[in-house]
């Protein structure tokens, strides 16, 4: 044999054999996991799902060729559900039963599935929406991931969001971080996901991308908008909704693209689910409707089944998770996380025990049936949880309303007949179903989580009024800081904030009414925000306020300051013992009416 015959020879040996290297190396490699989850988006709000109008080739191509859970359920509104994502538990067990008011801070004793995740190896990263806490030590980027590209509070747009963001060329917070985008939400949290995603290519990941859309305002690209202007059978909001949906969609179809180029799409586990049932998709009575709700009973928000069913679809070639086979069985957002941990095994973190059970072996086809059992969910979005409040106990084909009324979906799925009084037995065995569910889930009910401050890990904490402890409407949106009076009720609050100082000393409390980064001072107007559309008004303008005394207290601490309206704050300094304390700061106006400040700045001196 030749030299270069020899050569060749020797290189082909070698190229096959790091060829079977790399191949078996790829074979042992732990599968990526990508979670979808888009904002207010219903089981309705999806083409395959029998919705006519809509325009969602690629979530009917997961649902046409992954696993579809036709039997999903979540929270009823945003953050409850994404508490129990997260946590593999109940959601309000986990602390979280309100999308504001200091209840949407998820306890920080449980164990995330990104800290799950980071701990067995994975690198994680989040974008889009937390809507789990918006100070230290609650934010995404301390609980888990160690890259977030993350907007404020439960919306863009809402009061801990960055001022003035609306959907297009917004500033969003790069692990904490300001810094401007150019572009459409979607698009760039999708973007950012995608660059992660190539520069981790080589390591086992996870990602949430966790979209803002199709969450209110519906602001959207006029091309999306106008692929269904000449609808005549939605509204014209349904049009702006449906539009942002088929942008998700478009972003959906350029990430799996994106796994194809870069040889990772049969090793990933991607998931596509969303936090409640739908917003906008449906509205109007039986007879004269606009949309499409899959014959469902309620919206979001509602414990009828419209209010909380959702679409689940999960992919994985390599896991044979494919096929387009749907179960119909019972399944709950906090099975997902014990669910995730089996298929990717993944070891165990210490920490509170899961409430949801593994659906890896139905999804593998080890066992036909899960084991039955009752599961509740809620509307609590009060203070105070309220027991039998706009509840749903559910198995697999019985539904419990209210501890009242009861419906078998798989012959009645609208909800229509209450067939409680011919099944008394049923109806008092799901009743001792909820009170089981009830003495558990509650038993924290008495601890609020409080903002750390103080920490070495955090400089500075900002609160906002969005997290304040009240019982009355408050300025969680950023149309009510600039007009408090914009909505049906006055958005002038009174409550506190649960701090939790971690050094004790001296600390500047500056309390303001607008944000710092809109650099305007106490007294400023500012004009309307936005564009006017058919189907969103602008942001209103900001009003004049006529401050005259701010005062700070925290416990026993007591201190009052004359306002200067042309000053952008008024600063405080007291000295703050170690420990968990009522934080309350307030202006009161020249008509003595005295209300929560907006933002509060804490730091230690």
Known sequence: MSL??????????????????????????KPNVIIILTDDQGYGDVAAHGNKVIKTPNMDKMHDNGIRLSNYHCGTTCAPSRSGLMTGADGNRAGVWHTIGGCNILREKFVLMPEVFKENGYSTAMYGKWHLGDSYPYLPEDRGFDETVSHGGGGVGQTPDYWENDYFDDTYFRNGTPEKFKGYCTDIFFAEAMDFIERKKDEPFFVYLSTNAPHGPYNVEKKYYDIYKDETSITDRQKAFYGMITNIDDNMGILDKKLEELGLKDNTILIFTTDNGTAAGHSGKLGNEKGFNAGMRGHKGSQYEGGHRTPFFIRWKDGKLTGGREIDQLCMNFD???????????????????????????????VNKLPHRYCVVDNNRIQQPEKWRMCSVMDDE???IDGKELYNIKNDPGQAKDIASQHPDKVEEMRDAYE???????????????????????DESTIT????????????????????????????????????VQEEGEYEISISRWPRESGL??????????????????????????LKK???????????????????????????????????????????????????YIKKL
Request: contains cysteine.
């Open 398 to 400: 019985w539904r419990l």
């Open 465 to 500: 009024v969005h997290d304040l402890h009240t019982f009355t409407a408050n300025a969680w949106n950023q149309s009510y800081v600039r007009d408090p009076f914009y909505g049906k009720k006055p958005a002038l609050a009174k409550g506190y904030w649960m701090i939790d």
């Open 521 to 546: 001072a106490l007294g400023d107007t500012t004009p309307q925000h936005g564009t006017q559309t058919k189907w969103n008004n602008v942001n209103p303008a900001g009003i004049f306020i006529d």
């Open 336 to 366: 997902i996380l014990p669910t995730l941990m089996d298929l990717c095994n993944l070891g165990k973190v210490d920490g509170p025990a899961h409430d949801g059970i593994d659906l890896a072996p139905v999804l593998t086809k080890q």
């Open 4 to 29: 270069i015959k020899k050569l060749a020879f020797t290189a082909t040996a070698v190229a096959l054999c790091i060829g079977s290297i790399t191949a078996k190396a790829q074979s042992n490699k």
């Open 550 to 600: 701010a005062t700070l207290n925290i416990e026993a601490i007591h201190q009052e300051k004359p306002v200067d309206l042309s000053k952008k704050e008024v600063n405080f300094k007291a000295y703050l013992s170690e420990g968990r304390q009522h934080l309350e700061a307030s202006f009161t106006t020249s008509k003595d009416v005295e209300f929560s400040a907006f933002y509060v």
């Open 436 to 458: 089981k569910w009830w003495k558990y889930t509650s038993r924290d009910f008495g601890h609020y989580e409080a903002y750390k401050i103080g920490s070495t890990q955090n």
